[in-house]
């Protein structure tokens, strides 16, 4: 899905703007998890610096590292990439979820609060902030704020499927 999605963005920084909408339809169709990753893009790719590059490189790194089960080092890496571009909402939500894996869930929420919500990954950012506060003890709020995304868009699986896993893991069957 990231590469997807950033290849996406270099469609649209050359002016290939049908061809990036192409990409991201065509991912998510293939994909079904992939509903929740929206057809924007917040920076064209010829506007980074050289500290976003480095940033982008460490959080790929991080990305690797991770998927091989080292969650200290892929923290550390993705930290430093949020020191050095730290609104970025891909390295936000993805450290995020490192976080949450790690069972630091208070750095996890402030991680996905961060993430701007009309970025590619804003609504998946918040079922996972609703997640996170669910599995934080504030098992009350973590379920309002499920619901209240599930309100603003029904059509969305992962908002459910997010909502009647809290139901569940809470016993409350009749939700």
């Keep these: 899905m990231f590469t997807s999605q950033r290849l996406g963005e270099v469609y649209r920084g050359l002016g290939r ?3 990036a909408h192409e990409l991201v339809r065509a991912f998510k169709a293939k ?16 506007n ?8 982008v490189t460490l959080f790929d790194f991080g990305l690797l590292v991770w998927g091989q089960g080292a969650v200290l080092p892929a923290r550390q890496l993705m930290n ?12 936000l939500y993805f450290t995020g979820v490192v976080e949450e894996s790690m069972q630091a869930y208070g750095a996890a929420k402030r991680k996905y609060a961060a993430v701007r919500g009309d970025s590619p990954v804003g609504l998946a950012a918040k079922i996972r902030l609703a997640e ?10 973590g379920v309002a704020m499920a619901k209240q995304l599930a309100g603003g868009r029904p059509d969305v699986q992962g908002v459910q499927r997010s ?13």
Excluded at 31 to 46: F, H, R, S, Y
Excluded at 48 to 55: F, H, K, L
Excluded at 163 to 175: K, V
């Design 132 to 141: 996170a506060t669910f599995r934080d003890g504030d098992q009350k709020q």
């Design 163 to 175: 909502l009647a896993e809290m139901a569940f893991d809470s016993r409350d069957y009749a939700t």
């Design 17 to 19: 703007e049908a061809e």
């Design 48 to 55: 980074t610096r050289v500290q976003q590059d480095v940033a």
């Design 31 to 46: 994909n079904a998890p992939a509903a929740l990753m929206e057809d924007g893009v917040t920076e064209p790719i010829g």
């Design 80 to 91: 430093q990439a949020l020191y050095l571009d730290p609104h970025d909402p891909y390295v």
